[in-house]
Structures are given as C-alpha cells and as structure tokens.
C-alpha cells in the first residue's frame, strides 16, 4: 500500500512539474508526464531501474544545454534541472526503502511461520506417525477403523497423539490420575 501511495503522490507532482517537457531520448510518447496515467507507468518503469536516469536528464533539458531547437523557453517547454534532480533522487531512495522494507517484511514473515511449526504441538513427524499406525487398523484403505481397534490404536500412538507413554490398563483397571489441579 505504501508503495502505491508514494507512486500516487508522485505521478502528482511528476505531472504539475514535467507536464510540458520536449520529448527526447528518454521522455517519449511511452514513458511522459503529460497525464496521470502515463506519469504512473513511468514511475513505475523508474521503479525498477529501467533508465531512470536517462528520465531524469530528459527533465533536466534547458534551451542552451540540449540539442538545438528541442526545447524553447517562450515556449515553456523545457525542463527544471533542480526540480528533476530533487524530484528523481528523492522518489528512487523512498522506492528503494520502500522496497527494502518489504522484502524484510516477507524473510520475517517465513521466519514467524517457521518458529510457529517449530512450536506445534503436533509436528510433521506425529502426523507420519499416525498415518502409519492408521494404515496398520485400516488394511482395506477406507478411513475406517473398528471401534474395538480404537484404544489399540491410541496405545500404538506415541505422544501427544496417544497414550504409548504409559500403561493404559493396570489390573484390569483404567490408570486414570484422578488428581485434579483446583
């Protein structure tokens, strides 16, 4: 979102400044000023480093330092060399942060949802885990096991999936701890 709002404010300001400015080399018919539009495009262009220099000096022409009859001052065609050098520098740096920022963003949104997986309570491994045992109560491959093979399957599991830590039955009884925390 930050990137297209300071493409916006810029398309802006590149139209009220370079509106008027005699094409040449670099400001031509597809990459201009003269309307919002086209200023988008263009900046858009600057954006990834595709002559966004040769823009810039384009912008910058003046009556005694271009070709001859490019740009005539009665005319107001001409560019500003201040305002280009100001306007070109100022935008390709916040670009640049810009972009800097988002690619941070993203290598510290894969580092999140990396050390999230991490702490899981169920890893990649107990889901392996469970499909093998399943497998095991399901020879036929239909989703279903009896339910007489349930507690068998919940003592095959390993934590936290199972109950292969301990004993399920002690003589015949459940092990249940009846110690509730209060």
Known sequence: VLLFLVIYIFSILGVQL???????????????????????LTLTRCITGESYNGIMHDAMITEQGSAPGRCYDKDGNCGKPLSAQIFFISFFLMEALVMINLIVAVVLDAFAEDQAADSMAFKPSHIDDFVDVWQKFD????HLVPTKDIS??????GEPL?????????????????????
């Open 18 to 40: 370079f509106s008027h400015v005699a094409h040449g080399d670099f400001i031509d018919d597809d990459a201009n000023f003269e309307g919002f539009g086209a200023a988008i």
């Open 139 to 142: 020879p036929d491959g239909n």
């Open 152 to 157: 068998q399957l919940m003592r095959t599991l």
């Open 162 to 182: 199972g109950f292969r830590k301990g004993p399920l039955y002690v003589d015949g009884r459940a092990n249940v701890n009846h110690d509730v925390p209060a």
